[in-house]
């Protein structure tokens, strides 16, 4: 699956309307805890839940939650793609039922929940970790330019294999056939930073990782032009003995690293304008406002974000984090209300008014500041804090 395809698969989850059918979000880690039966921790987790959720609904709303089981139960029986390592299924019952099931192959938490409409923030997480990067790989005997999408290849753009005939003894000195490699490989590489220039132009891309042996990696980046420089991640070794899935494994470590220290440096910058009384906003009625008023530029929440949950007015979409429920909605004065799960009403909201998401694996700055923020896009109104 490519960022493009999951961003589509986001979309259409969070335009979701609720029904009287409860929506199933089921997250699983699929490599975890894998026993002599060779059940994964993720499917165990999954059949313990479900028993759950069943004992937990009645009527019809009951049966809409098992039929939106038995479909999930089915898709693992027998619909998973191989190494497959985290999956991300979406069912619901009823008079519109709907079903989603997203493989791939980087681990998910195991999270299953029923509630009015997707649980999306797993997927918004996986996105920010993992999204997509370009992958350099230069062993002794090939050049490959691949496209790495959420953890995962997806498209080899570009190879060779130069024919490096080392006739040595036998019409060739030895002398020769170096000058011959050495003149292939520079050959090789212009050839390689021209499509992989043309590539990060057209498609986009922002990162860049070298993988491979070590003298033909540094070959490469003293030759990368400045702004492809700008965009490399870091460098890997890794040798033809090597399978794709240990290099794409590794270097998706290396990447998720690069990650967390962009996600640190957003926290710095958040930090900073709240005490010099900038552009941000910080806590969970604040960040509320900002993503509800379109002034949010950048939602930074941190993993460990769990604020109790809220009331959503069914008919303007207002947010209140009261515990209590409500008499009826302030803004409209509706009474048809529903409990919201603020986490993920903020990551829904963000993702509909095109804000972006940063989330934060650890951060003792943000969590003092309530977990979560916002950089703005332009100032608040004057009454924004009233």
Not at 116 to 129: F, G, Q, R, S
Not at 204 to 211: D, K, Q, R
Not at 223 to 246: F, Y
Request: with cysteine; proline share 3%; net charge negative.
């Amino acid at each position: 699956m490519t960022l493009v395809e999951l961003r589509q698969h986001i979309r259409t989850l969070i335009t979701l309307g609720a029904t009287d059918a409860p929506m199933i979000s089921c997250y699983l880690d699929l490599e975890a805890c894998r026993e002599e039966s060779g059940v994964s921790g993720g499917r165990m987790v999954f059949a313990r839940r479900a028993v759950l959720l069943r004992k937990s609904a009645s009527g019809k709303s009951g049966e809409c939650v098992d039929e939106a089981l038995q479909r999930i139960e089915e898709f693992l029986a027998g619909e998973l793609m191989r190494e497959v390592k985290g999956v991300a299924v979406f069912a619901r019952g009823g008079a519109q039922p709907f079903f989603l099931a997203l493989q791939f192959q980087v681990p998910l938490p195991n999270w299953i929940v029923a509630d009015a409409v997707p649980n999306v923030y797993h997927l918004i997480e996986l996105k920010d970790t993992y999204h997509r990067f370009v992958l350099v790989l230069l062993t002794e005997k090939s050049s490959r330019i691949l496209e790495i999408n959420l953890g995962a290849l997806t498209r080899q753009v570009w190879a060779e294999r130069p024919e490096l005939l080392a006739h040595v003894g036998s019409g060739w000195t030895k002398a020769h056939y170096q000058r011959h490699r050495a003149e292939q490989i520079e050959h090789c590489a212009a050839d390689e930073i021209n499509v992989l220039d043309q590539l990060m132009a057209v498609g986009g891309h922002t990162h860049l990782i070298l993988a491979g042996s070590p003298h033909r990696t540094e070959w490469m980046q003293r030759a990368l032009p400045t702004h492809l420089t700008d965009k490399l991640v870091d460098t890997v070794h890794a040798s033809g003995r090597d399978s794709m899935l240990d290099i794409v494994t590794a270097t998706n470590s290396l990447f998720a690293e690069h990650e967390e220290g962009e996600s640190q440096a957003r926290v710095c910058l958040l930090e900073f304008e709240i005490k010099t009384h900038g552009l941000a906003v910080a806590g969970t009625e604040s960040s509320l406002r900002a993503l509800k008023g379109g002034l949010a530029d950048v939602l930074v929440m941190t993993e460990a974000y769990e604020p109790d949950s809220g009331w959503m007015c069914i008919r303007c979409g207002r947010i209140t984090t009261a515990g209590r429920r409500p008499v009826g909605c302030s803004d409209c004065l509706g009474n048809e209300l529903r409990q919201a799960m603020i986490k993920e009403e903020m990551v829904r909201l963000a993702e509909s008014n095109g804000t972006e998401i940063e989330i934060v694996a650890h951060s003792d700055v943000l969590m003092e500041l309530g977990g979560v923020g916002c950089l703005l896009r332009y100032a608040p109104p004057e009454d924004f804090y009233r």
